[in-house]
Nanobody, 124 residues
């Protein structure tokens, strides 16, 4: 079983930046693709970004391309989401997810390990 813990959320003004972290424990981090998702009030959870185990393959939702960057440090069992040029519409609870695979999942149902989420609020 993989346990995921997110951190780094908070309140920021529009145009600002935040960096989210997600640290895994419980089992080896090896071989796990990692994803970031978000869920705003009254909306479904949506894909934000994902990265393969090696870091060679990365995918972003169109709404965050050029503003967000996903990365990972396998030695620290940690994946990051650098969020720049934040907008009020980025406000949501952000979740980290993991799936043991050699491809990069981008759908909620493909992930079987989830963190508890961290709140990101962007004020206008």
């Amino acid at each position: 079983q993989v346990q995921l813990v997110e951190s780094g959320g908070g309140l920021v003004q529009a145009g600002g930046s935040l960096r989210l972290s997600c640290t895994a424990s419980g089992r080896t981090f090896s071989g796990y693709a990692m994803g970031w998702f978000r869920q705003a009030p009254g909306k479904e959870r949506e894909f934000v970004a994902a990265i393969s185990w090696s870091g060679a393959n990365i995918y972003y939702h169109d709404s965050v391309k050029g503003r967000f960057a996903i990365s990972r440090d396998n030695a620290k069992n940690t994946v990051y989401l650098q969020m720049n040029s934040l907008k009020p519409e980025d406000t949501a609870v952000y979740y980290c997810a993991a799936h043991h695979s050699d491809y990069v999942p981008v759908f909620v149902y493909q992930y079987d390990h989830w963190g508890q989420g961290t709140q990101v609020t962007v004020s206008s």
